[in-house]
């Protein structure tokens, strides 16, 4: 008898835990996607936060090391256990959807693009990547003469900025508990973060709470020879790994393909200049980043599906990421207009690997040299931004400490 009732104890508790586990999924269901104030506390509105089932920065991370005479080995990704600090991802132009701006529906791209630009930093941080109302990759190549997005234009108030506002206050009110953040975006994840530093962080008190903004692959603006004003007031570049409270932001072309004139990245304007901070040299010159590239082809098919051949004669690799020590370089340059980090691909004889990373926007007429290195800007160096944030990290909680 006492066996059948421990028996019945166990399927109870099976039963409960089952119920548990699908009234959780059953929560994650797409919102109204013309609500006007989305409510953050909904699992659904999230990609990562430490509390979900269906957390897409817990994915495999494990990455193909090629060494510069071809050899292979394993490098096994190993998250942090506990976390001091928090990271907090606006993700970039990835959605797929036909209208003006997505839904609340993720898919493969908004995935993706998020196992590839930030899953990564969970070895240094508790992480955070809203869903918001983007505009769309079907809008951003109307503009380049595409056919349009299907539907009317949404009002300019409904979601984008406003959907990263409601994410980030509802992070602030129920998750940060006072701890440190970075703020991480790339393209128009950057777009939204520059704004959201300007007029819900920059003066405010959370302000001494921003461990640092890696904002890549869109324009920060600062006076010419200057580290601060422009974009912002008072929030300067990082030129150390040990100074916080500052910005990393670039925009990434091949040294030999600088920009064109007509390009719309690293462009000065209005007096100002385009900053740039080099990840693998935060005071200046040259620096080899700590790379980790997609195996195979580019994020969304932008950069055409024909991956480079990474070591030759091309083997196996069975990881979905690769990491090349030493392949390429990166500096900050000044050509013209333009402020832009210069890749400059090491290509030796001896070295087997390969001397192309492709990376380059791909369209009907050919490669568009104007958005240069735009798809491989966080690929390139996210090695390098996550040491640095490691060590910003560290030096918050020790100046924090009583």
């Known amino acids: ?40 506390a909904d699992p659904a509105l999230w ?22 005479n071809g050899g292979m080995t394993l490098e096994r990704y190993v998250p942090a256990k506990d976390p001091k600090i928090d990271c907090f991802f606006v993700y970039p132009t990835v959605s797929n959807d036909s209208g003006w701006i997505s839904d609340f529906s993720p898919d493969a791209a908004e995935w993706d693009d998020v196992k590839v630009q ?30 349009a997005p299907v539907g009317a234009q949404p009002p300019p108030d409904l979601g984008g900025f406003s959907d990263v506002v409601e994410a980030w206050n509802w992070y602030l009110t129920h998750q940060n508990k006072g701890r440190g953040v970075v703020l991480i975006g790339h393209s128009q994840g950057t777009v939204m973060l520059t704004r959201l530093i300007a ?25 010419p020879g200057k580290d601060v004003g422009g974009s912002f007031k008072s929030v300067p570049l ?21 920009p064109p004139a007509g390009s719309r990245f690293g462009k000065a304007r209005d007096g100002l200049r385009a900053a740039c901070v080099n990840p693998a040299g935060l005071a200046g010159g040259t620096g080899k980043p700590e790379s980790y590239f997609i195996t195979k ?42 402020n832009y980090l210069a890749l400059h691909v090491n290509a030796v004889p001896s070295d087997p690997r390969t001397d192309e990373l492709g ?3 791909i369209r009907r007429t050919g490669v568009d040299l104007s958005w240069g290195l735009h798809l491989i800007d966080v690929d390139h160096s996210i ?8 060590k910003q990290g560290e030096t918050y909680l020790a100046q924090a400490r009583p």
Request: one cysteine or more; charged letters at 20%.
């Open 47 to 68: 990609l990562c936060r430490p509390d979900l089932l269906d957390n897409r920065c817990k994915v495999d991370l494990d990455a193909t090391v090629i060494a510069p």
């Open 118 to 147: 930030f899953a990564r930093f969970g070895s240094v941080c508790r992480q955070f990547a809203p869903l918001y109302r983007q505009g769309t990759l079907r809008r951003l190549r109307a503009a380049a003469g595409g056919p």
């Open 238 to 258: 990082c030129r150390a790994a040990t100074q916080v409270g500052c910005v990393i932001t670039y925009v990434t072309f091949r040294d030999r393909l600088p």
């Open 359 to 361: 990376g380059q926007i």
């Open 297 to 338: 082809g580019f994020l969304n098919g932008s950069g055409g599906d024909i991956p480079p051949e990474w070591v030759r004669p091309m083997r196996p690799i069975g990881t979905f990421f690769v990491k090349t020590p030493g392949l390429i370089s990166t500096e900050c340059v000044e050509n013209g207009d333009f």
């Open 1 to 40: 008898m006492k066996a059948l009732s421990n028996l019945f104890r166990g399927l109870m508790g099976l039963m409960a835990l089952a119920f548990a586990h699908g009234a959780a999924h059953a929560q994650v269901q797409a919102p109204d996607p013309a609500v006007q104030h989305p409510d953050y």
């Open 199 to 223: 007029e819900e962080i920059e003066g405010k008190p959370v302000q001494k709470q921003m461990i640092s903004a890696l904002l890549l692959g869109g324009l920060v603006m600062v006076p």
């Open 383 to 390: 090695g390098s931004l996550i040491r640095v944030v490691r």
